[in-house]
């Protein structure tokens, strides 16, 4: 039996900002613990978008790829799609500056995780992906100065992603925290800017966030967090 109530979340968003970027978790095993979600692979290669059970993968040269079982992942996060989502609306005319506004007039709970799913004809989408890096890592904030930008008009596709309560910052990113898939996959990554024709909204709440942490990983273990420009950092990379 599939728990619909039950986020999944290998590692944390920390660990990427504090350059901890080790794959820790292969794709097969993300997969037993969820069929919807979004990531990223070793170094981070690619951002993850895990749509209806198939892992996709938006690379840094603009294709997007199926990854296969043995690819791995520091930092993912995976639900099971329910089939009764708490909150299902039809929207129209949204763009990313006020989706934050028009969810919140729909459900207004920030003390939970939820994901977030918007599907339908888009006008605009902008996305970024960064590119790969090899051992030793830097930290994300350097990573993430050089992403690649891609925009699209008029195409059809997903929007996958989460809320995060405040609380839970560096855990995983507060707020939203959303990626992009193309129905034809010619365009996908962390998304940055979208203009909505039509499209259906879905929240799906959850009681239980079940965090896995690599403590095979020495580097991980070792790890001292710079707790005191985290929150700074992480605003920095999601942009």
Same mark, same amino acid.
């Given at each position: 039996?599939?728990?619909?109530?039950?986020?999944?979340?290998?590692?944390?968003?920390?660990?990427?900002?504090?350059?901890?970027? &080790?794959?820790?978790?292969?794709?097969?095993?993300?997969?037993? !613990?969820?069929?919807?979600?979004?990531?990223?692979?070793?170094?981070?290669?690619?951002?993850?978008?895990?749509?209806?059970?198939?892992?996709?993968?938006?690379?840094?040269?603009? &294709? /997007?790829?199926?990854?296969?079982?043995?690819?791995?992942?520091?930092?993912?996060? /995976? !639900?099971?799609?329910?089939?009764?989502?708490?909150?299902?609306?039809?929207? &129209?005319?949204?763009?990313?500056?006020?989706?934050?506004?028009?969810?919140?007039?729909?459900?207004?709970?920030?003390?939970?995780?939820?994901?977030?799913?918007?599907?339908?004809?888009?006008?605009?989408?902008?996305?970024?992906?960064?590119?790969?890096?090899?051992?030793?890592?830097?930290?994300?904030?350097?990573?993430?100065?050089?992403?690649?930008?891609?925009?699209?008009?008029? /195409?059809?596709?997903?929007?996958?992603?989460?809320?995060?309560?405040?609380?839970?910052?560096?855990?995983?990113?507060?707020?939203?925290?959303? !990626?992009?898939?193309?129905?034809?996959?010619?365009?996908?990554? !962390?998304?940055?800017?979208?203009?909505?024709?039509?499209?259906?909204?879905?929240?799906?709440?959850?009681?239980?966030?079940?965090?896995?942490?690599?403590?095979?990983?020495?580097?991980?273990?070792?790890?001292?967090?710079?707790?005191?420009?985290?929150?700074?950092?992480?605003?920095?990379?999601?942009?």
């Amino acid at each position: 039996m599939k728990d619909t109530t039950k986020l999944f979340q290998q590692g944390t968003l920390a660990n990427l900002v504090d350059g901890l970027l &080790t794959g820790t978790m292969t794709i097969s095993e993300l997969l037993s !613990h969820g069929d919807t979600g979004i990531g990223t692979g070793e170094g981070l290669d690619g951002e993850l978008i895990v749509a209806q059970g198939h892992p996709f993968l938006a690379q840094n040269d603009g &294709t /997007v790829i199926e990854v296969d079982a043995d690819f791995t992942v520091p930092f993912a996060t /995976v !639900h099971f799609a329910s089939d009764m989502p708490a909150l299902t609306a039809e929207l &129209t005319d949204v763009t990313f500056t006020n989706l934050k506004e028009v969810i919140a007039n729909l459900y207004p709970y920030e003390n939970i995780f939820y994901a977030v799913t918007l599907t339908g004809d888009f006008q605009q989408i902008k996305t970024r992906v960064v590119e790969k890096q090899y051992p030793p890592y830097p930290k994300l904030v350097e990573v993430a100065e050089k992403q690649a930008l891609f925009t699209q008009e008029n /195409v059809r596709g997903q929007i996958i992603g989460y809320f995060s309560p405040e609380l839970y910052n560096g855990v995983a990113a507060s707020g939203l925290h959303l !990626h992009f898939l193309a129905d034809d996959h010619s365009i996908a990554g !962390h998304l940055l800017e979208f203009v909505l024709t039509s499209g259906t909204l879905t929240i799906q709440p959850f009681k239980t966030l079940e965090n896995n942490f690599p403590i095979d990983n020495q580097q991980f273990m070792e790890s001292k967090l710079e707790l005191s420009s985290l929150a700074k950092e992480i605003e920095q990379s999601e942009k």
